[in-house]
Structure formats: structure tokens, C-alpha cells
């Protein structure tokens, strides 16, 4: 079966950086694209950024383009967010999320991120 | 940009009644809208894509239908576990980005 775990959440100061990781598992992901989603606390889903299935393509929501990176590295099925300065209304949980056809068919279980001094 | 915008926020009512939640967007977007359910604590879950396919395993209660820009999801006898909030979703073609509608929380009366 289909699973997504995410890793690398925590608490981090303002300004500084956090790297996110999604083990994909069930599927094969090296033709699938990959999304980052996230909810900050109470707040509904607001998509971060895509990767196609060759990490050739990549997109980014404009509040994070410039800070984030998403990546991919197919011969581990890893998804990464690479989070630089990062601001307190980063805050939130951040899904990784596989998409069939127009929608979103699996998410993982997400990981909390919370921006604080 | 497409926005999406989902009325009502809130849904007050009982086990057992109908409930209609509505999507609309700014311009169309054919029939490319999925609805998805989230409980407190939980991952979203995919109901319904390409406006009215229901997911594998989602219950028949559970129906979708519109295209264009006014879409709807409809419970048509709500159960206990039904209560949750429910996002609509779009996908762009180019570039291939995700736009989620607020939400309509459906709250038990």
C-alpha cells in the first residue's frame, strides 16, 4: 500500500533553516510528480511547491519562492523541503502529497513545523 | 489565478440530514475539481475527483456533481463520522499548481 512519511519538524528560530524529508513507499515514484502542502494551525490547506518525476520541473507558491527548495532523489524515493529563512507564518503542518491526475490521491500523516524565538 | 470559493464556512445539522456543500471558481475549471474531507488531527482525505468519481472505497452517500465553475458535494444522509471539514480543489495546467477552497466545516446541531 501507498505510504508517505514525513520527518524533519520541529521548532526553529526566525531566520533560520529546516530541512524537510518524505519516504514514499508502495508506488512507484520515480513517474510520479510530487507536492508540499501545508495548514498552518486552525487554517486551511494552502499548496508550497511541485517536483516532476524527473526533478527537472519545479514550482513554488510565492510565498515561499526564494526560501524554499523543493528536491527529489529517485534512486532513494525521497521527497525534500529545503526551508531557508523562515518566518513565524511558515508555521504549520506540511503534507507531502501524491497527486493522480488532477487531485491528490495519498498524503502523509504531516510533519509540524513551528517558526518561534 | 483560479480562486475557489466554498459556502457555506459553517454547516449546522443533524444525523441523518442531507448536507450540500458548494465550490465555485473564478473561471472554469472543467470538470478538474476534487472535495476532500480532514478530520482534527488527520490528513485530508480524497472523496470525490473530476467533480462527481467518487474515490476508491468512499462511501455512496457521498456524491459530487457541476462543472464549469459551480460544483457541488452532497452527504445525503449524514453519519456520526461525517462530521468534519471538506475542501474543494482545483489543479492548473500551466503551471500544474494546487488551489484549495477555504473549507465548509460540517458541525454536528
Known amino acids: 500500500q501507498v505510504q508517505l512519511v514525513e520527518s524533519g519538524g520541529g521548532v526553529v528560530q526566525p531566520g533560520r533553516s529546516l530541512r524537510l524529508s518524505c519516504a514514499a513507499s508502495?508506488?512507484?515514484?520515480?513517474?510520479?510528480?510530487m507536492h508540499w502542502v501545508r495548514q498552518a494551525p486552525g487554517k486551511g490547506l494552502e499548496w508550497v511547491a511541485l517536483?516532476?518525476?524527473?526533478?527537472?520541473?519545479?514550482y513554488y507558491a510565492d510565498s515561499v519562492k526564494g526560501r524554499f527548495t523543493i528536491s527529489r532523489d529517485n534512486s532513494k524515493n525521497t521527497l525534500s523541503l529545503q526551508m531557508d529563512s523562515l518566518r513565524p507564518d511558515d508555521t504549520a503542518i506540511y503534507y507531502c502529497?501524491?497527486?493522480?491526475?488532477?487531485?491528490?490521491?495519498?498524503w502523509g500523516q504531516g510533519s509540524l513545523v513551528t517558526v518561534s524565538s | 489565478e483560479i480562486v475557489l470559493t466554498q459556502s457555506p464556512a459553517t454547516l449546522s445539522l443533524s444525523p441523518g440530514e442531507r448536507a450540500t456543500l458548494s465550490c465555485r471558481a473564478s473561471?472554469?475549471?472543467?470538470?478538474?475539481l476534487a472535495w476532500y474531507q480532514q478530520k482534527p488531527g488527520q490528513a485530508p482525505r480524497l472523496l470525490i475527483y473530476?467533480?462527481?468519481n467518487r474515490a476508491p472505497g468512499i462511501p455512496a452517500r457521498f456524491s459530487g456533481s457541476g462543472s464549469g465553475t459551480d460544483f457541488t458535494l452532497t452527504i445525503s444522509s449524514l453519519e456520526p463520522e461525517d462530521f468534519a471539514v471538506y475542501y474543494c480543489?482545483?489543479?492548473?495546467?500551466?503551471?500544474?499548481?494546487?488551489?484549495f477552497g477555504g473549507g465548509t466545516k460540517v458541525e454536528i446541531k
Open positions: 502529497a501524491k497527486p493522480s491526475g488532477s487531485c491528490v490521491d495519498y
Open positions: 508502495g508506488f512507484t515514484f520515480t513517474t510520479h510528480g
Open positions: 517536483i516532476s518525476d524527473d526533478a527537472i520541473n519545479k
Open positions: 473561471q472554469s475549471v472543467s470538470s478538474y
Open positions: 473530476d467533480a462527481s
Open positions: 480543489q482545483q489543479r492548473s495546467n500551466r503551471p500544474p499548481v494546487l488551489t
